[in-house]
């Protein structure tokens, strides 16, 4: 990531002590960091977009979006490494050319194999993003932010829709396709579905914008909010970099969908604080105990989703919901006053029970729906009764 300084490559800078993100490090220079060239590396990056950064009209963000010097010049490897990230931005080695003749082609070692499909995805996520702002870069954004309707209240769909049912309020996903399960419905028609589930009885829609491995795109979503579908609309993109955030927000966003298992905790505290300015809603998606302690961890957070699916072996476990809601965890969020959203794994009445009881307040549920020749009919399957208005 451009802009980004190893301390470590600082000459005379005198590195005391690995700081933690509550406290400075104790550390002399003789010169500043922003001196010095960048620094590219291949763990999940600490952005340094700042100077990039579009406020919505009429709003002044660039001191809520500053960052401390000596955090943008942490060590990426060190920070991700700290915080149990194992997913890597890029191969770390990059892929060697071998040459045959008139041929040539890239040889497949450790370094830039990926080592599971969220990895392969975010990979392919890296360069598809480092294309699309070269057509598009940030600045050309801004006029369409500036025109762009008001964004409708994610957070208070879900609350209505609990109130309302008593039940947990429903992100219906409209998904074509998974990695893991293939092609879920041939005759996809997004915005035929996005009808379909707000008839049902949807408080919100989760579109999916990535193409390769889920057959979605930005253009779905742009259809499902020009379609006249009143339900708010959350992007479900791997976001790796803040262009995302606004890029979706042009498209219809009302919410955009945050993943702790790729981000490290600097990214997402600046990502949250960019969706706020744009008045979005952050959906912060965790796996296990520590990314749920480092997500409690960060202020500003409203939504926490809690995926089932183990991200390297694609195996899901619902009870894995009710563990990372146990104990000190699940009073910190209450506290708070976090929703939390149980997700994947959810097909029954039962299953829905399950992760209610364990402190749930909304679910994101497109497998089980998706594939209904009615995916209304899906929703009341799903629940054990109809919960239309």
Known sequence: MEGLISLKSIPGLSFQSFPSFNQPPKFSARRSSMDLPPRRSNFPAIRAQQPETISPKGEEGGDALKVKEWEVGMFQNEVAESQGIRIRRRPPTGPPLHYVGPFEFRLQNEGNTPR???EEIIWNKDVEVSQMKGKKPLASLKKFID??????????????????????GLIAEVKKASPSRGILRE????????????????????????????????????????????CPLLCKEFVIDAWQIYYARIKGADAIL?????????????MVK????????????????????????????????????????????????????????????????????????????????????AGVKAVLVGESIVKQSDPGKGIAGLFGKDISV
């Not at 408080?203 to 379609?227: H, M, P, Q, W």
């Not at 000190?328 to 399950?354: C, M, N, W």
Request: aromatic residues 6%; glycine residues 8%.
């Open 116 to 118: 599971n499909i969220l």
């Open 147 to 168: 025109n762009a309707p008001p964004t409708r209240d994610f957070v208070g769909a879900l609350k209505a829709a609990h109130s309302r049912t008593g039940l947990p």
């Open 187 to 230: 005759n996809f028609d997004p915005v035929e579905i996005a009808r379909a589930y707000e008839k049902g009885g949807a408080a919100c829609l989760s579109v999916l914008t990535d193409e390769k491995y889920f057959k979605g795109s930005f253009e779905n979503l742009e259809a499902i909010r020009n379609a006249g579908v009143k």
């Open 258 to 270: 945050l993943i702790a298992a790729v981000l490290p905790d600097l990214d997402i505290r600046y």
């Open 274 to 357: 960019i969706c706020k300015l744009l008045g979005l809603a952050a959906l912060v998606e965790v796996h296990d105990e520590r990314e749920m302690d480092r997500v409690l961890g960060i202020e500003g957070i409203e939504l926490i989703g809690i995926n089932n699916r183990n991200l390297e072996t694609f195996e899901v476990d619902i009870s894995n919901t009710k563990k990372l809601l146990e104990g000190e965890r699940g009073q910190l969020i209450h506290e708070k006053d976090i929703i939390v959203v149980g997700e994947s794994g959810l097909f029954t009445p039962d299953h829905v029970a399950y992760v209610q009881e």
